[in-house]
């Protein structure tokens, strides 16, 4: 699995902040020059691959797992699931080049903070697979277990590309960058911390050389019961 971030550049970050040429924020911006970091700058965390089947395996409930078993043995759902990440992809890609072009000051990390909301990216044509989704889930599942698509934010912390200067990075804050179909069963606490623990893990882990901090929570208004 990889992060939806595609890493923007240290040396547009610090473009941003050489507004302010004293202190700290200054040594970030003469510091983005260096060549490693214009290295850095030019390298990307591809956008997400999940699997259609991301649930299998995970420690949910039994009830949970039961309502995610009926839909992993349904092709429908498994090409709308698929179709939806493929959008995610495009879509964060977006989201994190226009937040990385208004980055503010920031103590930690050093190089800038920033908050853009993906949802404006998920155009009329790409939002069209969401409901989709939802109606391939309908068709399978209990009506008991229905519910509407789930958003979930991603914030992310860079690592530094000069290892003399390890709070250099860039902080991003991503909401309603994910849609996932979670059934009302597992619209709890303890299965809810698995779906996000989920993304969280993969994501920090399989971008560990290029991300410190990677996290993912369900969005602010989110109903937790279907």
Known sequence: MRSFLLLASLVSGAAALRQDHRGAFSLASRLATHPEASDFGAQNVDAPAFSARWTSGLLLSEKCTAAYNILNNDQGYLDAVALVFDDAR??????????????????????????????????????????????????????DELAPIMWLNEYLVTKSPLSYLPFLGIELKLPNILPVYVPASCRNDADEGMILAYFSDGCAREEKKQLKQCKFSIAEGEAREA
Do not use: I, Q, Y
């Open 90 to 143: 495009m879509v964060g890609k977006a989201t994190a080049e226009a937040c990385t072009r208004h980055l503010k000051p920031c103590a930690d990390p050093l190089g800038g903070t920033c908050t853009e909301n993906a949802r404006p990216f998920w155009t009329e044509d790409l939002m069209s697979d969401v409901p989709e989704l939802e109606r391939a889930c309908a068709k399978v599942l209990p009506e």
